[in-house]
């Protein structure tokens, strides 16, 4: 009872908590409405609170969830390949990265760079390009959406080496056959 006024305050529940604790918790409140402190009222606060920390952990965009939201949006505006590729770059490479969980406004050039260094570690440049490639898209498609006010990778851009062995543009040797061209040139209008 407080001010006259009965209220129900669940204090713990027994497997969860061990009759000490729920006994120390009983004490507490017992001392707190002693003391004229309202326990019912402390603890609906407490609920508004988390209520309210919830919210704001809801409308944080993560680099996992504009992850989501950039392929669910690209997916059928490109082409299926350079879909898949996208994917599983960010599959791949950035999804165990430490920026995954990350608020994606928090996330600094340095840290994509890192991921890139890490690749390029594993000896495999070509990723290392598909990688910048995929980065640069998506942090450009969360400026056009409002998640983000620039682009921390603007500046990331695949490299071509003299070494084909660090080359993050792979060379293309593949031309189309006769019967491709002829397919292309049958389907065009006109």
Same mark, same amino acid.
């Given at each position: 009872?407080?001010?006259?006024?009965?209220?129900?305050?669940?204090?713990? %529940?027994?497997?969860?908590?061990?009759?000490?604790?729920?006994?120390?918790?009983?004490?507490?409140?017992?001392? @707190?409405?002693?003391?004229?402190?309202?326990?019912?009222?402390?603890?609906?606060?407490?609920?508004?609170?988390?209520?309210? @920390?919830?919210?704001?952990?809801?409308?944080?965009?993560?680099?996992?969830?504009?992850? @989501?939201?950039?392929?669910? @949006?690209?997916?059928?505006?490109?082409?299926?390949?350079?879909?898949?590729?996208?994917?599983?770059?960010?599959?791949?490479?950035?999804?165990?990265?430490?920026?995954?969980?990350?608020?994606?406004?928090?996330?600094?050039?340095?840290?994509?760079?890192?991921?890139?260094?890490?690749?390029?570690?594993?000896?495999?440049?070509?990723?290392?390009?598909?990688?910048? %490639?995929?980065?640069?898209?998506?942090?450009?498609?969360?400026?056009?959406?409002?998640?983000?006010?620039?682009?921390?990778?603007?500046?990331?851009?695949?490299?071509?080496?003299?070494?084909?062995?660090?080359?993050?543009?792979?060379?293309?040797?593949?031309?189309?056959?006769? %019967?491709?061209?002829?397919?292309?040139?049958?389907?065009?209008?006109?």
């Amino acid at each position: 009872r407080f001010n006259g006024r009965s209220r129900k305050l669940r204090i713990g %529940r027994f497997p969860d908590m061990t009759q000490a604790q729920i006994q120390k918790r009983y004490f507490k409140v017992r001392g @707190d409405v002693a003391t004229g402190i309202d326990p019912w009222l402390l603890a609906e606060q407490a609920k508004e609170q988390d209520r309210k @920390d919830e919210l704001v952990r809801a409308s944080v965009v993560t680099v996992a969830r504009a992850a @989501d939201a950039f392929l669910a @949006d690209v997916e059928f505006t490109v082409a299926k390949k350079t879909f898949q590729g996208y994917r599983s770059v960010l599959k791949c490479h950035i999804e165990p990265s430490k920026i995954w969980h990350l608020p994606i406004e928090e996330v600094t050039y340095f840290d994509l760079t890192e991921i890139i260094a890490c690749i390029h570690a594993a000896k495999t440049p070509s990723a290392a390009g598909n990688t910048k %490639r995929a980065l640069s898209r998506l942090f450009n498609w969360c400026v056009m959406t409002g998640f983000l006010k620039y682009s921390v990778a603007l500046h990331l851009h695949p490299q071509t080496s003299d070494d084909p062995v660090h080359n993050e543009k792979p060379t293309r040797t593949r031309t189309l056959s006769d %019967r491709e061209i002829r397919a292309v040139w049958h389907e065009l209008e006109g």
